[in-house]
């Protein structure tokens, strides 16, 4: 089929133009773009038939999954493909594997790299030894978002086909659309200015970076830790008692910027500043794709008050009340819209650096997943036994942390791009971090 045959699937929405921009910002320095991956370890083999079955339908369902993204003009579309790839592939170990097979195959696909044009916006992976299963689900922005790869496990776990059923594209269009279309023109103008003025305040301090700038990126890499039941409950009521019922991310946010600080206190840099997501989807929408519903809002603090647990935290949580204060969050929905009709570098250039100084803004990138949706549910015979996070990064800050809570524990993912660290400082900075979390 010519690119004149070619029949567009579906447009992109401000949301996913945010996400978009950082697959630029990743591929320009030669990466695989912003990948991203689930991994389920399983206690077994999965039934490899039923497996395939269930994803051949969840391709019929939403068959964007076979879509290939491309630009016309200035904007990107999703466009149909003459033909429609296998999105599963099973990877067997043989007898003389090593020990690291799994994880070697994991980053194997997570460094992977492909044309935008070329690769498949979501596909799926079993990577199988004698003893243990790993399921990754890998795909790339802005296909969808991590609620919607979480939403997209639970389809696939869930057995009956009358609920299965009620998973859908969302009926309604971008929200970022609907909520801009509440305001008057003039409105939209006064949020702009609030986010810009916001922007510029946070960039009056230098971010730390801490990663090796010197070194080229060359390939992601990833640690994970999962915390046990007693240590999990500790945290939680930790971080009830220093920010509140609602101000779990904040809480892990002002842990890891203090871990960071006590790896070299005299980094570069006058403040730690985190990039964390907003979500205008409901909790209970059942849209596993064209779910791109988020934007970005800073955690910043400056390095003179690390030093002091009780002040960093007031401090996070004064930062965090002024934004739902002044709707900050919705201050940005104008300047999404607007830089969307940006190129691809301009809108991600405007995302990372500082104004003024062309300073990285960003410390590092920060995720927190919650509570997933797959902990109490089989996988096709097999029982989860953990579940890891994996994502690209740009570098700098070439360094991300990633939590969720899965069977009732918390469990940490730290991604990083090499040689800008290595294992060893990550090993170092997660002991400082499980002290940090666990600090009465």
Same mark, same amino acid.
């Given at each position: 089929?010519?690119?004149?045959?070619?029949?567009?699937?579906?447009?992109?929405?401000?949301?996913?133009?945010?996400?978009?921009?950082?697959?630029?910002?990743?591929?320009?320095?030669?990466?695989?773009?912003?990948?991203?991956?689930?991994?389920?370890?399983?206690?077994?083999?999965?039934?490899?038939?039923?497996?395939?079955?269930?994803? /051949?339908?969840?391709?019929?369902?939403?068959?964007?999954?076979?879509?290939?993204?491309?630009?016309?003009?200035?904007?990107?579309?999703?466009?149909?493909?003459?033909?429609?790839? /296998?999105?599963? &592939?099973?990877?067997?170990?043989?007898?003389?594997?090593?020990?690291?097979?799994?994880?070697?195959?994991?980053?194997?696909?997570?460094?992977?790299?492909?044309?935008?044009?070329?690769?498949?916006?979501?596909?799926?992976?079993? =990577?199988?030894?004698?003893?243990?299963?790993?399921?990754?689900?890998?795909?790339?922005?802005?296909?969808?978002?991590?609620?919607?790869?979480?939403? =997209?496990?639970?389809?696939?776990?869930?057995?009956? !086909?009358?609920?299965?059923?009620?998973?859908?594209?969302?009926?309604?269009?971008?929200?970022?659309?609907?909520?801009?279309?509440?305001?008057?023109?003039?409105? &939209?103008?006064?949020?702009?200015?609030?986010?810009?003025?916001?922007?510029?305040?946070?960039?009056?301090?230098?971010?730390?970076?801490?990663?090796?700038?010197?070194?080229?990126?060359?390939?992601?890499?990833?640690?994970?830790?999962?915390?046990?039941?007693?240590?999990?409950?500790?945290? /939680?009521?930790?971080?009830?008692?220093?920010?509140?019922?609602?101000?779990?991310?904040?809480?892990?946010?002002?842990?890891?910027?203090?871990?960071?600080?006590?790896?070299?206190? !005299?980094?570069?840099? !006058?403040?730690?500043?985190?990039?964390?997501?907003?979500?205008?989807?409901?909790?209970?929408?059942?849209?596993?794709?064209?779910?791109?519903?988020?934007?970005?809002?800073?955690?910043?603090?400056?390095?003179?008050?690390?030093?002091?647990?009780?002040?960093?935290?007031?401090?996070?949580?004064?930062?965090?009340?002024?934004?739902?204060?002044? &709707?900050?969050?919705?201050?940005?929905?104008?300047?999404?819209?607007?830089?969307?009709?940006?190129?691809?570098?301009?809108?991600?250039?405007?995302?990372?650096?500082?104004?003024?100084?062309?300073?990285?803004?960003?410390?590092?990138?920060?995720?927190?997943?919650?509570?997933?949706?797959?902990?109490?549910?089989?996988?096709?015979?097999?029982?989860?036994?953990?579940?890891?996070?994996?994502?690209?990064?740009?570098?700098?800050?070439?360094?991300?942390?990633?939590?969720?809570?899965?069977?009732?524990?918390?469990?940490?993912?730290?991604?990083?791009?090499?040689?800008?660290?290595?294992?060893?400082?990550?090993?170092?900075?997660?002991?400082?971090?499980?002290?940090?979390?666990?600090?009465?």
């Amino acid at each position: 089929m010519s690119d004149s045959q070619q029949k567009i699937v579906q447009g992109l929405n401000p949301a996913d133009y945010f996400t978009l921009a950082m697959d630029e910002e990743i591929r320009q320095e030669n990466m695989p773009g912003s990948l991203c991956g689930f991994a389920l370890e399983l206690s077994k083999q999965p039934d490899l038939e039923v497996l395939q079955q269930r994803i /051949n339908e969840f391709g019929l369902k939403f068959p964007l999954a076979y879509a290939s993204l491309q630009q016309k003009g200035k904007r990107f579309f999703w466009y149909e493909r003459a033909e429609s790839p /296998n999105l599963f &592939k099973h990877y067997a170990a043989k007898k003389n594997d090593t020990a690291d097979f799994h994880k070697t195959v994991l980053l194997d696909l997570i460094n992977e790299k492909h044309d935008r044009e070329a690769i498949l916006p979501i596909s799926f992976h079993l =990577i199988s030894s004698e003893h243990k299963s790993v399921f990754l689900l890998r795909w790339i922005h802005p296909f969808c978002d991590a609620r919607s790869a979480d939403l =997209i496990l639970k389809y696939l776990c869930t057995e009956s !086909e009358q609920q299965r059923e009620k998973f859908d594209f969302p009926k309604l269009d971008s929200l970022v659309n609907r909520q801009l279309a509440k305001y008057k023109w003039w409105q &939209k103008i006064a949020l702009f200015f609030k986010a810009k003025r916001y922007i510029t305040s946070l960039d009056t301090l230098p971010s730390v970076i801490h990663a090796d700038t010197q070194q080229t990126p060359e390939r992601l890499n990833y640690q994970t830790y999962s915390l046990t039941l007693e240590q999990t409950q500790r945290v /939680n009521k930790l971080a009830r008692q220093q920010v509140g019922l609602t101000g779990t991310s904040l809480y892990y946010i002002g842990c890891f910027m203090r871990a960071l600080y006590r790896m070299n206190p !005299e980094q570069a840099g !006058e403040a730690y500043c985190a990039p964390y997501a907003f979500n205008l989807r409901k909790n209970k929408a059942l849209s596993p794709v064209l779910g791109n519903h988020v934007g970005a809002l800073f955690a910043q603090a400056p390095k003179s008050i690390l030093d002091n647990r009780e002040a960093l935290f007031q401090h996070l949580k004064q930062q965090h009340t002024q934004v739902i204060r002044e &709707k900050l969050d919705y201050a940005f929905l104008p300047v999404m819209w607007a830089a969307s009709w940006l190129s691809l570098a301009k809108h991600g250039e405007q995302l990372r650096k500082a104004y003024g100084t062309g300073g990285e803004r960003s410390s590092f990138w920060f995720s927190d997943i919650g509570r997933t949706d797959v902990s109490e549910m089989s996988f096709f015979d097999s029982e989860i036994a953990d579940i890891l996070h994996l994502c690209q990064v740009t570098s700098p800050p070439a360094l991300a942390f990633l939590s969720c809570q899965f069977n009732q524990k918390l469990s940490f993912s730290y991604n990083f791009v090499e040689p800008l660290f290595e294992m060893q400082w990550i090993e170092q900075l997660h002991d400082l971090m499980l002290d940090e979390l666990l600090m009465e």
